[in-house]
T-cell receptor, first 110, second 116 residues
Framework: EDQVTQSPEALRLQEGESSSLNCSYT??????LFWYRQDPGKGPEFLFT???AGEEKEKERLKATLTKKESFLHITAPKPEDSATYLC???????????FGKGTTLSVSS | DTEVTQTPKHLVMGMTNKKSLKCEQH?????MYWYKQKAKKPPELMFV???????INESVPSRFSPECPNSSLLNLHLHALQPEDSALYLC???????????????FGAGSRLTVL
């Protein structure tokens, strides 16, 4: 069964304190792994798509990496505006839809 | 214009009411989606329209009725809902011509529905 598990559920960081969010997954044949950011009261916003193990993508303070079993979202020197829920999502085995993880809620304090 | 606009932002309805949620995009996207998101839970796919035709229905109860009047508009008609249907309803669109889970989605801000 296709499955996405994110950890930790919540993460509190001081401004400038780098850390990583984890997304572990099981799927028969990876068709794509997505990272989205969701601010309170808003819809998710696309960040990255990764397709194969070893792939990395960067955007500002965020870097996403992918292995055969998990993906990491590394946050370097975070700022308060990085506070949000980060959702990992997997293309399902049928290739028709995304399966979202429960998310990691990141709080960055100054 | 890179937005997906949803109205209303908030809706409170009784179990016997009939109401509709509306979604509009002017990005020329040909696939449109409805997702349901309960508090502290991930979004769950409900329906997908591709070229104004229903492509995917994730076994959603018939009290939810989607409609795609044209390529820019997507409605979700609500009737005889239950309190457990209270949630944030998200509309999304994607540029890709084929419906695929790998399509990048642009989400609206959502309509928060409360069923009394």
């Amino acid at each position: 069964e296709d499955q996405v598990t994110q950890s930790p559920e919540a993460l509190r960081l001081q401004e400038g304190e780098s850390s990583s969010l984890n997304c572990s997954y099981t799927v028969s044949g990876l068709r794509g792994l997505f990272w989205y950011r969701q601010d309170p009261g808003k819809g998710p916003e696309f960040l990255f798509t990764l397709y194969s193990a070893g792939e990395e993508k960067e955007k500002e303070r965020l870097k996403a990496t992918l292995t055969k079993k998990e993906s990491f979202l590394h946050i370097t020197a975070p700022k308060p505006e990085d506070s949000a829920t980060y959702l990992c999502a997997l293309v399902n085995q049928a290739g028709t839809a995304l399966i979202f993880g429960k998310g990691t809620t990141l709080s960055v304090s100054s | 214009d890179t937005e997906v606009t949803q109205t209303p932002k908030h809706l409170v309805m009784g179990m016997t009411n009939k109401k509709s949620l509306k979604c509009e995009q002017h990005m020329g996207h040909r696939a449109m989606y409805w997702y349901k998101q309960k508090a502290k839970k991930p979004p769950e796919l409900m329906f997908v329209y591709s070229y104004e035709k229903l492509s995917i229905n994730e076994s959603v109860p018939s009290r939810f009725s989607p409609e795609c009047p044209n390529s820019s508009l997507l409605n979700l008609h609500l009737h005889a809902l239950q309190p457990e249907d209270s949630a944030l309803y998200l509309c999304a669109s994607s540029q890709a011509e084929e419906v695929s889970g790998a399509n990048v989605l642009t989400f609206g801000a959502g309509s928060r529905l409360t069923v009394l």
